[in-house]
């Protein structure tokens, strides 16, 4: 049950860690497009706007899942040894 929880925690940190990297890669592109005076095509989510492809703005937090997951496991393992 600890396991389970600690995992499910971790996958949660991912996904929160995830919504941080959409934000920073959102700012870096806008600036970017605004420095080089590119027109930035918005698309309409979750009833806000956002300059990221749709692909990428779902494929972040399936991959802040993931990396959550996988760095439980590997925590997991460093603190309370292998069982």
Known sequence: ???????????????ILSFIAHAVIEIVYLS???????????????GGNCAL???LI???PILGI???IILGFFW?????GKS
């Not at 970017?32 to 979750?46: C, G, P």
């Not at 997991?76 to 309370?80: G, H, N, P």
């Open 66 to 68: 993931i990396f959550g």
């Open 53 to 55: 492809p749709l692909w």
């Open 58 to 60: 779902y494929l972040l």
């Open 1 to 15: 049950m600890k396991k389970t929880i600690y995992i499910i925690l971790a996958a949660f940190l991912g996904l």
């Open 76 to 80: 997991w393992k460093k603190v309370y």
């Open 32 to 46: 970017w497009a605004e420095e080089h005076a590119r027109t930035v095509k918005w698309v309409t989510v979750w």
